[in-house]
């Protein structure tokens, strides 16, 4: 039971949770508190004095972030505590904190990328006194050098220290202080090494002023310019939510939107910085490979030459679906390779055995949020880090704010908690199955258990096998239940779930990837229509002919024989499914490059010259018709979760056998590399060379 | 005063001598297990000592590793006091007060006999036997003007000086001559100059009743 308290605020008596700071409280009472130390994500500092309110009858005004409402005394008559969040005191201590902080603070408003987006610029407007009293020099700060993402002005710095807080306790590498003291105090890293964490953007958002800004935004545009979209991220599979800033058909920057179930308020550094990729290399008109050389040709020439391909027997034709692209676009294909009699589909690029069992095999069912639920977490080769910043963010939260026991098995890398390292073959996984001690006991004794299979484990020759051992292991240490499904995949493509839902893979008696390869090498594969999977090695292709749809020039528009130019995800509107089965709509921000179309469109143009038109017109023709073939689609914002565990049985997942003895790794290499958009983009490039050395040299 | 900073030459490795690891573990003792991190100042201290006065970033980085925590939150303490020192010092380290009462009784002078003997302020002599600082109230305003001299031997006080012995005092520790630390004229601690005129009746205590306290224990009162 919550323990109420009651409390007067501004002369109307509430009744609040004991544990709720005054600043809660006030808010609730619909009062504004201004404040810029205070987070209601990090812990809690007090140091900007900000957010003062007056007691009645305490001899100052209190800092309302820092004193909750049941350390609040009543008055002598017993009744609730008063106070007051607009009174001349609380006005006057506000004028007066303002002051202090814009002694020291520059007044380059005009030059500052902060401008227009501002706390200190709108709060100095709201309670800050009219003029300045200070005639003195005002003190200036060295800037500091915090890597390839974050620019600073340190002299804008008004020492909130959240940056400090949110890198030490959200991020967990400990690399931003607060150095010396007093008037001389400065935000710095160690040394002023880069930072090195893949969250380190988010404290660009943090900084209530220009201190932290981001550097390749810099000098850009003004907030007032940009036109706004929000949309779902597709750098990994976590789906996070983000505001797409475009300016004249270009995307500027990208932001993160609050999304309690999935990214809080955070997004990673390749989601945050990855659109300076989305100017290059981009494919923006239609090209024909013409004596070896890939030639520009008209749509019409490019589609001709496809669907002429696509007219040959359908045993030698296959599609692969890509980690980048739509449900749409793969809705689309799929019908029409099942119009054209085409069995031999694969959205799997790497391979993974998934698919094939109930849906609930390949989603994270536990959600992201759920996560906060469990009391024990078996991570099986995944770097969790790199694969989903955000799932690993959570992790860290549950870990920290509860008795979270974690074991891994696999390479062991830098996940900044603490967990128990029980082996780096699947071989642990088999000792831990009869062990009945050490993480094995805390397994069994946890309430709600959960296993984290990452891609590493499952796109190799023995994935069903260790599939199939993970199952055991759920089933054994009671991770399914009614109530509590703690079986969970983590992917890493954004298009794999829903692939994986419209069943995207091979038809029976249809190729799955490695046939479709092998069917390219012998040549009974002929024509392979490539819908965005640039992470196959082109020499796999043999000499089939290929047809690569997508929006940037990578390893797989290299190898292509005809190119089709789509969209990136920024010129879509488009459904994606993160890896715990949500449904998310992300939309067009900007228009497509040049003459690249909508991938949707164009398969559907393709349809009509195969004589196997699509019976939709528009997008929403599209959605129903999927809706209808697939209703795990239509629940928008729906992670399925726990619904029908208790008919999930794990243990039957996979194939038996024993697997092989190489250690368990990552499915990742480079976090900043890991899809052609990212490839693309000069400041992952940048971040590659200047940060994964010193993450690599952590791990 | 500004931002504190590392100096710019570093040495390229430190380690922790044996010594150093055992005085710094006597600390860790005194916390509970896993908070090993809260005995980060008297460890510094401790290092600071080993490393001839001040220290080096190498010298942060191996409290940090010893102690389990993150370089920056050493870093952050390290440059937030004052008495740690991030650059070089002589090997004997003057902190000269200049505070009121010291002012008043005459640091000024010690001052000009620093920069004549030293050089200016913040800086090590030529021969690396000096540095000097100056700092604020050192507590011991009655034997004023007074100096703090940090060197391998502990950190003592120099009190009641003036400019005579206070060269005296530079030029006997430069010479590696023995010298008392307290105050350097005749005085006794801070009696007046001319011996001490209360609290001087012989046998005073002995005649004293004294209570037993709830803490003494069995020891005996007043007992030496």
């Known amino acids: ?699 | 005063m500004s931002a504190r900073r590392l100096a710019k030459e570093q040495p390229d490795s430190f380690a922790l001598s044996a010594a150093s690891k055992k005085e710094i573990g006597i600390w860790i003792k005194k916390y509970p297990k896993g908070r090993q991190a809260s005995a980060l100042i008297p460890g510094l201290w401790i290092v600071q000592k080993q490393a001839g006065g001040w220290l080096p970033a190498p010298a942060l980085e191996a409290v940090a590793a010893h102690l389990d925590m993150p370089y920056m939150r050493v870093y952050e303490v390290a440059t937030f006091y004052t008495m740690f020192n991030l650059a070089p010092v002589g090997e004997h380290h003057v902190q000269l007060c200049g505070t009121t009462p010291c002012w008043l009784r005459g640091a000024g002078d010690l001052k000009k006999v620093c920069e004549k003997k030293i050089g200016p302020k913040g800086s090590v002599s030529a021969d690396g036997k000096f540095s000097w600082i100056e700092v604020e109230c050192l507590g011991a305003c009655a034997n004023a003007p007074m100096i703090q001299i940090s060197n391998a031997a502990g950190d003592d006080y120099y009190e009641d000086l003036d400019v005579d012995n206070f060269e005296t005092l530079l030029d006997d520790l430069a010479a590696g001559r023995k010298v008392k630390p307290g105050p350097q004229n005749t005085r006794h601690t801070s009696e007046p100059i001319t011996g001490a005129v209360t609290l001087n009746t012989k046998g005073f205590y002995n005649k004293v009743k004294q209570k037993k306290l709830p803490n003494s224990g069995k020891a005996k009162v007043g007992a030496k």
């Not at chain 1, 508190?33 to 994500?41: K, L, N, Q, S």
């Not at chain 1, 404290?203 to 949309?231: H, M, Q």
């Not at chain 1, 080769?381 to 799932?391: C, D, F, I, P, T």
């Not at chain 1, 419209?502 to 390219?520: N, Q, S, T």
Request: glycine share 10%; with cysteine; hydrophobic share 40%.
């Open chain 1, 1 to 699: 039971m919550t323990d109420l308290r009651k409390v007067n605020i501004d002369g109307a008596e509430l009744e609040v949770p004991g544990d709720y700071t005054l600043m809660q409280a006030c808010e609730q009472a619909g009062a504004e508190i201004p404040r810029f130390c205070y987070h209601e994500r990090l812990s809690v500092a007090g140091n900007c004095r900000m957010c003062l309110v007056e007691w009645v009858g305490a001899p100052k005004p209190q800092a309302s972030c820092a004193l909750q409402v049941k350390d609040l005394r009543p008055n002598r008559d017993g009744s609730p505590a008063n106070i007051l969040t607009s009174s001349e005191t609380v006005k006057k201590a506000r004028e007066g904190v303002m002051e202090f902080l814009l002694i020291n603070h520059p007044l380059d408003c005009p030059i500052c990328d902060q401008g227009g987006e501002c706390d200190l610029q709108d709060q100095a407007m709201g309670y800050g006194r009219v003029g300045s009293r200070f005639d003195m020099n005002k003190r200036a700060v060295d800037d500091k050098y915090m890597g390839p993402l974050v620019a600073t002005v340190m002299t804008r710095c008004i020492q909130c220290t959240r940056c400090v807080r949110f890198i030490t306790e959200v991020a967990g590498v400990s690399e931003i202080g607060l150095a010396s003291r007093g008037e001389d105090a400065e935000i710095t890293t160690y040394l002023e090494k880069s930072l090195t964490s893949e969250m380190s953007g988010n404290i660009i958002d943090l900084c209530p002023v220009g201190a932290l800004t981001s550097k390749p935004y810099a000098f850009n545009a003004r907030p007032w310019e940009l036109e706004p979209t929000e949309s779902i991220d597709v750098m990994d599979a976590v789906g996070s939510n983000i505001r797409i800033d475009s300016r004249g058909g270009r995307v500027l920057r990208i932001v993160p939107v609050i999304n309690d179930d999935i990214n809080e308020e955070w997004i990673s550094d390749k989601a945050r910085f990855v659109w300076d990729g989305l100017g290059r290399q981009r494919l923006d008109r239609p090209y024909v490979r013409k004596d070896g050389q890939l030639t520009p040709a008209s749509w019409d020439e490019a589609l001709a030459v496809v669907a002429d391909k696509l007219g040959g027997d359908p045993e030698s034709i296959a599609a692969i679906a890509g980690d980048l692209a739509c449900t749409e676009s793969m809705k689309a294909l799929n019908d029409l390779m099942d119009g054209l009699g085409v069995k031999n589909i694969d959205c799997r690029q790497d391979g993974a055995p998934l698919g094939e069992g109930p849906r609930q095999e390949y989603l994270m069912n536990t959600t992201i949020a759920g996560i906060e639920q469990a009391d024990a977490l078996l991570i099986v080769g995944s770097n969790v880090r790199h694969e989903a910043a955000l799932v690993n963010a959570r992790i860290r939260k549950t870990w920290i704010h509860s008795d979270l026991e974690i074991g891994m098995v696999g390479v062991p890398y830098d996940l900044t908690y603490v967990y128990d390292h029980l082996g780096e073959t699947a071989d642990a996984l088999e000792t831990l199955l009869k062990s009945t001690k050490g993480f094995a006991r805390k397994l069994k004794s946890a309430k709600n258990p959960m296993i984290l299979i990452g891609q590493g484990a499952l796109t190799r020759k023995d994935g069903a096998q260790i599939l199939r051992l993970c199952g055991k292991i759920a089933d054994k240490f009671g991770m399914v239940r009614e109530g509590w499904n703690g079986w969970n995949v983590l992917h890493t493509a954004a298009a794999r779930v829903a692939g994986l839902d419209m069943g995207f893979v091979p038809c029976k008696g249809g190729r799955g990837l490695a046939g479709i390869l092998a069917g390219a090498k012998d040549g009974s594969v002929k024509t392979i229509y490539n819908l965005g999977a640039d992470e196959i090695n082109e020499d796999l292709f043999g000499d089939a002919f290929v047809i690569y749809q997508g929006s940037h020039g990578d390893a797989g528009a290299h190898r292509a024989d005809v190119i089709l130019p789509g969209c990136a995800y920024t010129e879509k509107d488009a459904l994606w499914v993160n890896t715990e089965g949500r449904v998310q709509m992300g939309f067009a921000a900007v228009p497509p490059k040049g003459d690249a179309k909508t991938d949707w469109k164009i398969i559907r143009a393709l349809s009509e010259l195969c004589g196997r038109t699509l019976p939709y017109d528009d997008i929403d023709a599209l959605r129903k018709k999927l809706f209808t073939d697939h209703p795990t689609f239509s629940g928008l914002n729906h992670a399925p979760g726990a619904e029908g565990a208790a008919d999930f049985a794990p243990a039957k997942l996979g194939a038996a056998g024993k697997p092989l003895k190489a250690p368990l790794k990552s499915a990742i290499g480079d976090f900043y590399f890991t899809n052609p958009v990212a490839r693309a983009s000069q400041v992952m490039a940048q971040c590659s060379t200047e940060c994964a050395p010193i993450m690599e040299a952590a791990e």
